[in-house]
């Protein structure tokens, strides 16, 4: 409830900012895909996150591809383009799981990371096995005890 005794929204996102960004994302990539993705790019990192994402990228994706890969390669590394990166490569995972593992490869965050690559090798263990074992045996960044489970697991 705010200081105006009116209850206000909260996303499970995190800051009212971040649900901001998200709504207006969402509205803003229905209306004018190009417009969108040019006022998510000038976006400060602490209000982007896996929400705001997706609510863009699919309808940016669907436009323009090599716009958002570039744009997601001149992202600033850290939290935020991880969170960008994890929404990407679940837009790539049913046309390009290997692609996909590509950009999984690029995310930072351990806990971001391993979510992503369990997604990603389930993929892969179903589209290209062989592919998908060798992804996982060149995996680095994540839990070493996590990164051993899921080694045996596919062999």
Known sequence: ISSSGKETRR????????YATEYLAGRLAMEDVEKAAEWFQNLPASVVSEQSASALLPHWYARDPEGVTRWINE????????EVARVFVG???DQDPLAAAG???TIQ???IKQDVALKVLSNLRTAHPAEG??????LTGVDPEWHARMLRKVR
């Open 11 to 18: 996303h499970s996102s995190g800051s009212p900012a971040e």
């Open 75 to 82: 992202l600033t590394p850290g939290l935020a383009r991880d």
């Open 109 to 111: 965050d351990p806990a």
């Open 91 to 93: 837009e790539l995972l």
């Open 133 to 138: 074992r060798e992804w996982l045996e060149q």
């Open 103 to 105: 950009w999984a490869d």
